[in-house]
C-alpha cells in the first residue's frame, strides 16, 4: 500500500470519529461500561486529541516527510503489548506501525479492548487488504520485533521474552510540574487539568508538584474545585477514603480540598486522589535533577506550559524513544 494510501486512510478515520456517528458513539458507551475509570468525557477527549494532534492530512504528510517515508517497505510483523490506563493509550504505537508499512499484532490491555479493535474493523471495511496487515492476539508469536508498555514488574518479563528481538520496552513513567509561585489563576486551572484528567492515571499526568519554600496552597486548592465531582465517582472515591485513612492513621500533615489530597513526598509517583508535593530553594539544580530522571515523562512548566500534558503530538513519543526512528531500522 502506497503512504499516501495510508494517510488517507488515516485521515478517513478521524473524520469517522469527528462525526461522532450512532455506531462510534455506541462502542464509546460499551467501553465506558466495560471500564469505569473510562467516563465519556475522558473517552471523547483522548479521541478528539488523536483526531486533532494525530490524525490531520497535513500532519501526517510532514511527520512523514520527517523520516522519509516511502511508499513501500520490505513489511516486518511488528508485535505490540498495549497498555490500557487511559482511553486508546496505544494508538500512537498502532498509528506509528501503520504509517511506516509494517504489519502489526497487537494485544490490548483487557482494560481497553473495545475503542481500538472497532476503529482497525472500520479500517478493514475501507480496505478489506488491511486484515492481513493488522491482527489481534491474545499471545504474541513469532513477531520480527516488539513494542511492549507496561509497569516496572511487567517489563522485566518483556525484556526476558522478547530480548532477543529488537523491541522498545517502556517501564512506569510520570509527570511534574514546577511552580514558580506566581502563577495566574487560568495557569493553575490548566495545571489542574494536567493533574485530574483521566483520574491521575497517565504517564502525562502530573503527580507531583514542586514549589518555592514559603508557597501558599490556597489558590491552587481552589483550582482542584471543579474536579470535586470525582468524590461522586465510586472507584475514585473508595481510593480517597483510603488515602486519607492512610494519612490519618499515621499522624501525617495534610491538605485537601474533599477531593485532591496534598501530601509532602520525596516520591515522583503518588496514588490515585493524591497529589506529592515538595520544596525547592534553586530553581538550577531541581532542573538538572528532573531532567536526568528515568521516571519522568514531561515536567509541565518548564518542558510545556500548563495544560499542555494530555494534548501530545505526534512526535511526543513515550519515554522519549523515538519510535517511528526504530521501526525504520528493521
Not at 227 to 245: C, E, G, I, R
Request: proline share 3%; with cysteine.
Amino acid at each position: 500500500m502506497k503512504l499516501q494510501k495510508r494517510i488517507d486512510l488515516l485521515v478517513q478515520l478521524g473524520s469517522y470519529i469527528q462525526q461522532n456517528g450512532e455506531e462510534w458513539q455506541a462502542v464509546k458507551y460499551t467501553a465506558s461500561k466495560q471500564n469505569g475509570w473510562f467516563i465519556p468525557e475522558f473517552i471523547d477527549l483522548a479521541a478528539n486529541n488523536i483526531v486533532e494532534q494525530f490524525l490531520q492530512p497535513d500532519k501526517l504528510k510532514a511527520w512523514a516527510d520527517r523520516y522519509h517515508l516511502e511508499d513501500t517497505v520490505t513489511a516486518k510483523n511488528v508485535g505490540i503489548v498495549m497498555a490500557g490506563n487511559i482511553p486508546l493509550v496505544g494508538f500512537h504505537d498502532f498509528l506509528c506501525v501503520f504509517i511506516c508499512g509494517h504489519k502489526q499484532t497487537i494485544k490490548l490491555s483487557g482494560k481497553d479492548n473495545v475503542l481500538l479493535k472497532h476503529l482497525v474493523q472500520k479500517l478493514y471495511s475501507w480496505d478489506e487488504k488491511l486484515d492481513d496487515h493488522i491482527s489481534f492476539a491474545e499471545m504474541l508469536k513469532g513477531c520480527d520485533a516488539y513494542i511492549a508498555t507496561g509497569s516496572n514488574n511487567t517489563a522485566r518479563y518483556f525484556d526476558y521474552y522478547f530480548s532477543k528481538y529488537p523491541s522498545i520496552i517502556r517501564h512506569n513513567r510520570t509527570s511534574v510540574a514546577v511552580i514558580k509561585g506566581n502563577e495566574t489563576t487560568a495557569e493553575l486551572e490548566k495545571l489542574s487539568d494536567d493533574i485530574h484528567v483521566y483520574f491521575g492515571l497517565g504517564c502525562r499526568n502530573v503527580t507531583k508538584i514542586l514549589v518555592p519554600e514559603g508557597y501558599d496552597f490556597i489558590p491552587l486548592l481552589g483550582s482542584f474545585h471543579r474536579y470535586k465531582y470525582f468524590a461522586d465517582h465510586d472507584k475514585y472515591k473508595n481510593n480517597y477514603d483510603y488515602n486519607l485513612t492512610i494519612q490519618l492513621m499515621n499522624n501525617r500533615f495534610y491538605m485537601t480540598n474533599e477531593s485532591t489530597l496534598l501530601v509532602k513526598s520525596n516520591e515522583n509517583f503518588s496514588p490515585i486522589s493524591q497529589l506529592n508535593y515538595d520544596f525547592y530553594t534553586e530553581l538550577e539544580p531541581l532542573l538538572s535533577s528532573l531532567k536526568n530522571s528515568d521516571e519522568i515523562q514531561c515536567v509541565a512548566g518548564i518542558d510545556i506550559p500548563f495544560g499542555q500534558a494530555q494534548y501530545p503530538t505526534l512526535t511526543d513519543y513515550a519515554d522519549g524513544r523515538d519510535t517511528v526512528e526504530f521501526l525504520l531500522t528493521l
